[in-house]
């Protein structure tokens, strides 16, 4: 079954999705402002996302940066040219506020997150995680799991403030990228 979601993407619905999250290693670890803008920046530059949104909450300091693949979206998760079937992701997310638990990995806290909605692939590459680790020194961790349509819907109601974050875990279908810098 094919739906057309954009000109010139089409998407398989049976072909499964993955969602990432990438924390810093350190728990406490917060980007300053100019790292956030360095890494949209790059993101928008190299054609990787486009930002479509974006959340500050005044009151918790949290911020949301919400955005959708662009031309080269693909080479956050897989070298090479971009595979037929619509875009590699649902939505890349950058996240930063008061420290939450992980959604799914390990059982910690963060106040940084980058986090790949509907990814066709279970990881990003090991250079990708390297080009964060040069913008913003964060020492990448990422985690993936099947992807939750639900779950998916709900963070975005929570993004645009309709509704509250469910908590959800993973079992131990979680796979764990770690890179040695």
Same mark, same amino acid.
């Not at 089409?10 to 990432?20: A, M, S, T």
């Not at 999250?21 to 360095?38: C, D």
């Not at 890349?92 to 509907?118: D, K, N």
């Given at each position: ?11 398989? !619905? ?9 924390? /810093? #290693?350190? +728990? ?24 479509? %949104?974006?959340?500050?909450? +005044? ?7 919400? @955005? ?18 619509? /875009?590699?992701?649902? +939505?890349? @997310?950058?996240?930063?506020? /008061? ?7 390990? +059982?910690?806290?963060? %106040?940084? !997150? ?21 913008? !913003? ?6 985690? #993936?799991? /099947? ?11 929570? %993004? @645009?403030?309709?509704?509250? !974050? ?16």
């Amino acid at each position: 079954m094919l739906l057309k979601i954009r000109p010139g993407y089409r998407v398989d !619905l049976f072909l499964p999705r993955y969602d990432i999250i990438i924390a /810093p #290693s350190r +728990e406490s670890f917060r980007a300053s402002e100019h790292g956030l803008k360095a890494l949209v920046q790059y993101l928008t530059m190299s054609q990787h996302c486009v930002p479509f %949104a974006e959340t500050i909450d +005044e009151d918790t300091g949290e911020v949301r940066i919400r @955005t959708r693949a662009d031309e080269y979206g693909h080479q956050v998760l897989r070298e090479g040219s971009a595979p037929p079937g619509g /875009p590699p992701f649902h +939505e890349l @997310t950058i996240w930063q506020g /008061p420290a939450r638990s992980l959604p799914f990995g390990q +059982e910690r806290q963060a %106040a940084f !997150l980058i986090e790949v909605f509907g990814s066709l692939y279970p990881n990003v590459l090991s250079s990708f995680l390297e080009r964060l680790h040069s913008i !913003l020194y964060l020492r990448p961790v990422a985690f #993936s799991q /099947p992807h939750d349509e639900d779950a998916f819907e709900a963070l975005q109601a929570v %993004a @645009t403030g309709t509704e509250q !974050l469910p908590t959800r875990r993973a079992a131990a279908s979680t796979e764990e990228l770690d890179l040695d810098l």
